[in-house]
């Protein structure tokens, strides 16, 4: 079967479909995505940009329908409560690395956001 031409009748066939929600939905669905990206570190504006395009469409309908400055105060409630938070990954340097850099010498310090292969 060519790609471009998939079987109706192909029972693993990615289908969306539309289901009725509550009034509320939309409402929860702004604050579910400015919640998620204010925790990220998105600012007022980014975020706000981010209601303001069709490529998110839960929460370009919200903003449709609730209206942008509904949206500017959900905003605001989720950098209030996330807006600070930064998180850090630092691993434990352990006593018998050995983690030499490009020209051969020892590395000193913490390694902070690497994995166990030692990339960032």
Not at 23 to 31: C, I, K, N, S, V
Not at 56 to 62: E, K, M, V
Not at 76 to 100: C, M, N, P, Y
Request: with cysteine; glycine share 8%.
């Amino acid at each position: 079967m060519p790609y471009n031409d998939p079987d109706p009748k192909d029972p693993t066939m990615l289908v969306g479909v539309e289901i009725p929600a509550e009034q509320d939905a939309d409402l929860e669905m702004a604050y579910a995505f400015a919640e998620e990206f204010a925790a990220m570190g998105f600012s007022e504006k980014r975020l706000l940009s981010l209601f303001h395009q069709p490529f998110y469409s839960a929460a370009y309908r919200a903003c449709k329908n609730l209206g942008e400055e509904k949206i500017k105060s959900v905003i605001r409630e989720a950098l209030h409560v996330w807006g600070g938070s930064r998180f850090v990954i630092q691993e434990k340097r352990d006593s018998l690395d050995t983690s030499r850099d490009s020209h051969g010498a020892a590395e000193t310090g913490p390694r902070i956001g690497r994995n166990e292969a030692g990339y960032e």
